[in-house]
């Protein structure tokens, strides 16, 4: 059950090659797979071939491992060592299992890996504590929550997070899920501020951020990208009034070129509003609901599949809400899909989502959060059928009419671009990832190239009889088909050869040969002149290319230079600062100067007018005596002369 068979594996690599009866090749163009990744939500679509039938036939049965809980979720009976029960965690599906990395318990934070494997609903632990660092020596990875879990390939990213000890900047971690070995991302460019409470989704080989909660609790609305090649975080800078700052909210990216970002935590209250992001214009606009519209809440998951996003759970300080809600991003509008009771996980706070497909069977598997007490309980709930058919036909139509290359694709590589990060050779930076089934740029040239040639040979063809060009019609198309995708030089040769041994088989049978000929040299000749004008707009843009290099690393010099300006300039401003704060205690100790001065010079006022008393009692004092003296002498004379 949820097997791929090898079969299937190698699916997206066959390539396929028509005869030359049926004319031009037509490119077949695979389904895209929609990933949603933000905060601990995922999305995975696993198909069932005819091998995967007769593998799966001996799996157990999802039927047999659950029980009835509430109206439509139900409990996922599971074996083996259950993971700590926690919330706030992160999950993400790769292949048939689901992988939860961290989260909180009621003892703190956690830092381990639990696996849950869909084939036997069994759960194990991973060996996540040591990860390879760029020494090759084994450290260990922090304790984290509010983090996001991106899958990527066979590998999970981790995103993010509250971690402990603490971090300044945001941190990518990789887990291989093959030999459950972790490893850290080196990243290089304008790493964002660590934060939590955020969301990444995934468009191609690039990560998307948007969001979250600084250390501080400062709620942000950056906008930032993850190159996976070159590991370079760039700011991505957009247009009109986006959302406001914000946590604990959802994020999908739908189509690869419309970022949509619903509710979440302000400073002061729960958001019910919708805003996208056009990646053709890098502009935001609040997407305007004509009737129903769920309420404020923040700490809800969301699933995006095909046109339409459901979004689980969340609430407000006051109430958790129930509801399983879809946004149809053609009609935009709002709808309830289930309605399930307070007992069920996602009226928890902080649980998972993930998505899951079986078949024609749709599935939405619910974990752990916290109610009164962290939970570790797993529910699932089974979709309806017409739902998801309805929306994945919607997709599928979309696609078949779209021509183009994705322009969000072509948006994003161009942002990596103008930064000068991952820049690649002319002839890689024009074609986009073959993976997801886009047609390149060269590749479309060519065509146009193809046909405008085919219809001048057919101008110049008309004026033979109708018999030699009803005859030469098919080589012709053969001639367009094979240079509408070359693959490599050795099949371009191999066709023109054959071009014109079909030539001379024509020259045999109507005798026109140098009429071909001619047609063939002009043939000829057209494309050297074209492929010698296409050398020449390569090598006039590769000069562009080092130009703008050159003035991308004056730019960068400049800003150096800038920043070691303002540096000297902050401490200039600090030594100031300390300047002035002794100043102030200069003049606080002249003023204490000057009063104690003053404090002497009365002392010296009051000893002066003090000595002047002496002075003058010293001086009456000398008077006293002297008028005793003379009494005295008085009264010796009168003594003597008696």
């Known amino acids: 059950m949820f097997a791929f068979s090898r079969k299937g594996k190698k699916l997206g690599r066959v390539k396929v090659q ?16 929609t990933n949603n990744n933000h905060g601990d939500d995922a999305t995975t679509v696993i198909n069932d071939s005819d091998d995967n039938n007769r593998s799966s036939s001996t799996a157990p049965e999802l039927e047999n491992f659950t029980s009835s809980n509430s109206e439509g979720w139900k409990k996922l009976a599971t074996t083996g060592d259950k993971p700590t029960p926690r919330f706030n965690h992160a999950a993400a599906v790769i292949g048939k299992k689901m992988i939860i990395v961290g ?21 194990t632990t991973a060996s996540s504590r040591l990860y390879l660092s760029p ?15 991106v899958p990527w390939g066979k590998k999970v990213l981790l995103v993010g997070g509250r971690t402990v000890p603490p971090t300044d900047r945001v941190s990518v971690w990789a887990f291989e899920t093959e030999t459950e070995c972790w490893s850290l991302m080196e990243a290089k460019g304008d790493v964002p501020v660590a934060r939590s409470g955020h969301t990444v989704v995934q468009a191609g080989s690039n990560l998307i951020l948007f969001g979250g909660e600084d250390m501080k609790r400062r709620k942000l609305n950056d906008l930032h990208m993850f190159d996976l090649k070159s590991l370079t975080w760039l700011p991505l800078h957009s247009k009109g009034a986006g959302p406001s700052a914000r946590c604990n909210h959802v994020a999908a990216l739908y189509d690869d070129k419309l970022l949509l970002v619903f509710g979440g935590t302000s400073k002061s ?47 407000s300080r006051k109430k958790r809400h129930a509801e399983i809600f879809t946004f149809d991003i053609l009609k935009s509008e ?50 309806e059928r017409n739902e998801f058919s309805t929306s994945r036909r919607m997709t599928l139509l979309s696609e078949k009419r779209s021509t183009g290359p994705a322009i969000g694709r072509q948006n994003l590589a161009s942002v990596i671009e103008h930064h000068g990060s991952g820049r690649k050779s002319l002839s890689e930076s024009l074609l986009v990832d ?3 089934g886009n047609v390149s740029l060269r590749k479309e040239n060519a065509e146009d190239m193809a046909l405008k040639l085919a219809r001048s040979l057919e101008d110049e063809r008309s004026s033979l009889p109708m018999e030699q060009t009803r005859k030469q019609s098919d080589t012709n198309a053969e001639d367009t088909s094979s240079m509408v995708e070359p693959e490599n030089t050795n099949r371009d040769e191999k066709e023109r050869n054959d071009d014109t041994t079909a030539f001379q088989e024509i020259d045999g049978k109507s005798g026109f040969f140098p009429a071909n000929s001619s047609i063939y040299q002009l043939y000829e ?29 004056n730019l960068s010099s400049a800003l150096k230079s800038r920043q070691e300006v303002e540096k000297r300039l902050s401490d200039t ?12 205690l200069v003049e606080m100790a002249q003023e204490e100067a000057n009063s104690l001065s003053n404090i002497v010079h009365s002392d010296h006022v009051r000893l002066e007018h003090d000595v002047a008393f002496l002075k003058a009692v010293l001086d009456d004092t000398q008077k006293v005596m002297y008028i005793i003296h003379v009494f005295n002498g008085v009264y010796q004379f009168r003594y003597q002369s008696l």
């Not at 030594?575 to 102030?584: A, F, I």
């Open 573 to 584: 401003l600090k030594d100031m600062e300390l300047m002035k704060e002794k100043l102030v």
């Open 434 to 436: 073959p993976n997801h």
């Open 334 to 383: 709002w709808s309830v899909v289930h309605t399930s009771t307070q007992q069920s996980v996602i009226t928890n706070k902080g649980f998972s989502l993930v998505h899951l497909q079986r078949k024609d069977t749709e599935y939405l598997v619910a974990f752990g959060g916290l109610k009164k007490e962290p939970s570790d309980q797993v529910e699932i709930l089974m979709m």
């Open 18 to 33: 028509l005869s030359d009866s049926a004319g031009t090749r037509s490119p077949v163009r695979h389904s895209k797979r």
């Open 525 to 553: 000749i057209k494309m050297n002149a074209l492929i010698r004008k296409n050398g020449i707009l390569e090598g006039q843009l590769a000069a562009a290319l080092a130009s703008r290099e050159a003035v991308e690393k």
């Open 269 to 315: 209250k729960s958001l019910n509003d919708l805003y996208s992001l056009d990646f053709e214009t890098m502009t935001w606009s609040r997407i305007k609901i004509k009737g129903f519209h769920p309420s404020p809440r923040s700490g809800c998951c969301g699933v995006l599949c095909g046109t339409k996003w459901y979004i689980a759970g969340g609430g």
């Open 135 to 149: 020494s090759s020596l084994q450290l260990k990875i922090p304790a984290c929550k509010g983090h996001c879990l």
């Open 103 to 123: 989260g909180e318990s009621g003892n703190g934070l956690l830092e381990d890996v639990q696996v849950l494997n869909f084939e036997n609903f069994s759960w």
